[in-house]
């Protein structure tokens, strides 16, 4: 997996810009099939509220909240 590409994807679903599955894959030059992994493992290892809204045509973040990505120095 493309960690900067799953980076890429929630940006796009932070600003509820990603179109359908099918766009979004090739937006970010992955597979379909990959899109719905990725919104697997934000939802299931990472417990965010990810979801399609089919009026915004976007993955959409359905709270407000952020994911933590960097290392943090103790």
């Not at 493992?41 to 399609?52: M, Q």
């Amino acid at each position: 997996m493309n960690i900067k590409k799953i980076k890429h994807f929630i940006y796009l679903v932070q600003k509820e810009r990603t179109g359908n599955p099918v766009e979004v894959a090739k937006r970010i030059a992955v597979s379909e099939r990959m899109i719905y992994n990725y919104v697997s493992i934000l939802k299931n290892d990472f417990n965010a509220p990810i979801d399609y809204n089919r009026y915004k045509q976007s993955y959409c973040f359905l709270e407000e909240g952020s994911l933590i990505w960097e290392w943090e120095k103790n």
